[in-house]
């Protein structure tokens, strides 16, 4: 089946530093990639669509500076948070579709972010 | 905008005991549905989908899950739980938008399974 992995699966930064979680499709080739956010005993928001060889798509209120999507290959996303702060630590997860224009997708483990 | 709800945030069952999980979603046109699952510090599985066709699916580890247009409903069953079913439950609807297949969840429900 379809595998998305992410890297790294944890990771702790100072306040004011940038950090980048990447998101890989193993199996399959990925024109779009997903990028979630999500609180501890929370739902999944949607922060923004990766689009390979464009720019991403921001969803509302989630700002487009601190949170930077590069879509580098049709493999690879990723995510960096910059000049990252406490608030910023939460659960990271990607995912992608096997099929392009397809509304199934499959999930990376997730990058746990905390900000000290 | 679609959306979904998942009206119990947490379950207990007993183990060996029937389980479902309520879903209910808005959509303007046929949704396509998904059932997935988290454990603690884990990205999400899919358990099961439905896009069109026969209204009652089957999805692993023995999951089921029922299309019912007219309750606009998608509730998940599984009728014989298991102390490793202990989980997060997350419905999805999504939108076939050519370019814009983007995915919508509940808030999930909490599963607790008692010895």
């Known amino acids: 089946g379809a595998v998305v992995s992410q890297h790294p699966s944890r990771v702790i930064c100072k306040s004011g530093t940038s950090v980048k979680i990447e998101c890989r499709s193993l199996?399959?080739?990925?024109?779009?990639m997903f990028w979630y956010r999500q609180f501890p005993k929370q739902s999944l928001m949607l922060m923004a669509t990766?689009?390979?060889?464009?720019?991403?798509?921001?969803e509302q209120g989630v700002e487009k500076d601190k949170f930077l999507i590069n879509h580098a290959s049709l493999t690879l996303s990723t995510l960096t948070v910059t000049s990252a702060h406490p608030e910023d630590s939460s659960f990271y997860i990607c995912s992608a579709p096997p099929v392009a224009s397809d509304p199934e997708q499959y999930f990376g483990p997730g990058t746990r972010l905390t900000v000290t | 905008a679609q959306s979904v709800t998942q009206p119990d945030i947490h379950i207990t069952v007993s183990e060996g005991a029937s389980l479902e999980l309520r879903c209910n979603y808005s959509y303007g046109a046929t949704p396509y549905l998904f059932w997935y699952v988290q454990s603690p510090g884990q990205g999400l599985q899919l358990l099961l989908k439905y896009f069109s066709g026969d209204t009652l699916v089957q999805g692993i580890k023995g999951f089921e899950a029922e299309f019912k247009r007219s309750q606009s409903s998608f509730n998940l069953r599984k009728p014989s739980v298991h102390w490793s079913d202990a989980a997060e439950y997350f419905c999805a609807v999504g939108a076939f938008n050519f370019g814009n297949e983007k995915l919508t969840f509940g808030t999930g429900t909490r599963l607790t399974i008692i010895p």
């Open positions: 199996d399959f080739q990925a024109t779009t």
């Open positions: 990766s689009n390979e060889g464009s720019k991403a798509t921001y």
